[in-house]
């Protein structure tokens, strides 16, 4: 069997694995919709959602105008991040690479607690720009700093101006809250990766962002397969390397900022999620971006529900539940399976 | 995540309260140039030859000794002096100011007062004084060294807090019965009086002490919340949240979807976020906390939250109270 026709038969596997995929998805949303720290019925949910109940009863406005804006922020953030960081993981040729090496959730939090204290911000509906503003700043610096000299902003060039972004933003953030207890307050709501409190204002305002950046993403597929190949093969093959990373850059800045500053850092799912698409579709970052974009809601959505049904009437945020839960998974893919290089 | 201490669920930990109760009532000796005695809060008794003069005290402390005549020489606050409740509209004029947030005194500048006593609430729960906690910066701790440092037991009651700091100031030479103190007593016993008074005439009013949240709202426990505790023995039915977070008893953590968990006639909004507007806004940012009537109908009051030391403090709050109270609608809620 040549090895084209294995590829020929795997393309016809993932082609329908995409779409179980996007089934399980819907399903997990239509979960995230009835289950929650409070009880409501399967029918009244139904009925909220149809709209059959009037607006007045607490069911409604808790499916209708909480709910819904959660799950539909999860499903965007959750495929943002995924993406981000198999982009991240593509371009960099790292497999440990996740969006908070690159400085996103420093530049975020820098940006928040400045807008707090310098311009007397208050409310996460505006901070959220600040907090975008920052993560792409960030990112921009970083890659700024690594383009320096001559072979342009290769990986390790790139992880350590990450490094150094991060601890130069972070010491930042820690002066300033160090010296300023309101500053410290509004950032300990946003610095715990939640989807919690985010209502459809912010959904509609991060939105547009993230549905450009993954739309673009998707025609990013060709040339980090190229990239994977290692820089003077992709050169070789006619491909502009310099312009790959920057277009790639641009895309990780916009997804991961936005998410970022809608719902806080949430790490993990960026950077496991695309081994997990890996793992089932094998290096072809053409089904690696796809994949990567279904699974991560799905992960981050289940995470979220886990959070709002264990601790009632209170809820986990979707950050602490991810990290308890993801460590152990994390230590069990590399223990035994394989962590494979980008 | 000791960066956390002071501001998780409000600076409740930190300036706060503590699990058990005192009893014990701090002994006071007759005020003369020495020697000097006093109970601490840890049952501890503290002896000098000479009696203290030059004192270092905590903010709300340091309140109630200058409320007696006492000045402090320092003081050391949780937050901006300018901002501390216990410490607006004091004079600070010759009090060198030694911290401005919890955990962080200046110990180098306190050596060079000299201080012959120290003044800090004693927590039981945590057996230790105002600024010597755990999660306290170390170099901070070293406070301890510089002379002996005694406190009244924070514990089930503001009463007892005010009364210990009283026998304080005593032992220290004030004379508690000068006329402006006598009327400062007085005043809070009329506040008392009037609170109770105005509480009988509502016997199915029910309050819950309240911290909205961006994330989630806090229901205090008034379990450890010494003012909350003084309202119930005087009669004020406050409600007693029935799930309090066991890692953090001061409160219950309600997620918003389920802010309507309970349906009191009042809310006492924690003083330290509450503003005349905030009810309002918070209707408009989240969706359900207009599910709980009593905040629909408005009926908020602001609640001093965890600082009170003095009687002049505790009686102005009290008829902020009581004018809330007498205006509430039992019915509200149910």
Known sequence: MSSSTVRARRALALGPGLAVLGVILALVAFLSITLGSRDIGLSDVLRALAGLDGDGSIEHTVTVDMRVPRTLLGVLVGAALGVAGAVLQGVTRNPLADTGIMGVNSGAAAFVVLAITVLGVRGVGVYIWFAFAGAILATLLVYAIASLGREGATPVKLALAGAAVTAGMGSLTTGIVMTNVDALNELRFWQVGSLAGRYAPILTGVAPFLVIGLVASLACGRALNGLALGEDTARGLGQRVGLTRAAAFAIVAVLAGAATAACGPIVFVGLVVPHLARFICGPDYRWILPYSMLLSPIVLLLADIVGRVVARPGELQVGVVLGVLGAPVFIGIVRYGRLSEA | ?334
């Open chain 2, 1 to 334: 995540m000791r960066i956390w201490r002071p501001i998780v669920a409000a600076a409740a930990l930190s300036l706060t309260l503590a699990a058990c109760g005192s009893t014990d009532t701090p002994e006071t000796t007759p005020t003369s140039a020495g020697p000097w005695q006093f109970t601490d809060g840890s049952g501890e008794v503290v002896k000098a030859d000479k009696t203290p003069t030059r004192i270092i005290a905590h903010a709300g402390e340091a309140a109630a000794l200058m409320s007696f005549g006492i000045k402090p020489v320092g003081v050391y606050a949780d937050e901006s002096v300018k901002t501390d409740p216990n410490l607006k509209g004091l004079d600070l004029t010759g009090i060198e100011i030694l911290g401005e947030e919890w955990g962080k005194i200046d110990v180098e500048k306190a050596a060079s007062l000299r201080p012959d006593l120290i003044v800090g609430d004693y927590w039981p729960a945590e057996k230790a004084h105002s600024g010597l906690e755990e999660g306290v910066d170390e170099k901070s701790k070293k406070l301890k060294e510089l002379a002996p440092v005694v406190g009244v037991s924070q514990g089930k009651s503001i009463v007892d807090l005010a009364e210990g700091y009283e026998a304080l100031a005593k032992s220290l030479g004030a004379k508690v019965d000068a006329p402006e103190i006598a009327a400062s007593k007085k005043k809070f016993e009329d506040a008392v009086t009037a609170f109770k008074a105005a509480v009988a005439t509502k016997p199915n009013l029910t309050v819950l002490a309240m911290s909205p949240a961006d994330d989630k709202v806090y229901v205090a426990n008034p379990e450890f919340a010494p003012e909350l505790l003084d309202f119930q023995k005087w009669g004020l039915k406050v409600v007693n949240p029935d799930k309090p977070d066991p890692g953090f008893p001061y409160w219950e953590n309600l997620s918003w979807e389920n802010a309507d968990k309970y349906q009191p006639d009042l809310i006492l909004w924690d003083g330290r976020s509450y503003t005349d507007t905030a009810n309002a806004e918070w209707g408009k940012k989240q969706p359900t906390w207009f599910a709980i009537k009593a905040a629909k109908a408005n009926a908020v009051v602001s609640w001093p939250a965890y600082w009170l030391h003095t009687y002049g403090h505790f009686a102005a709050e009290l008829d902020k109270l009581t004018t809330a109270i007498k205006a509430a609608d039992e019915n509200v809620g149910s």
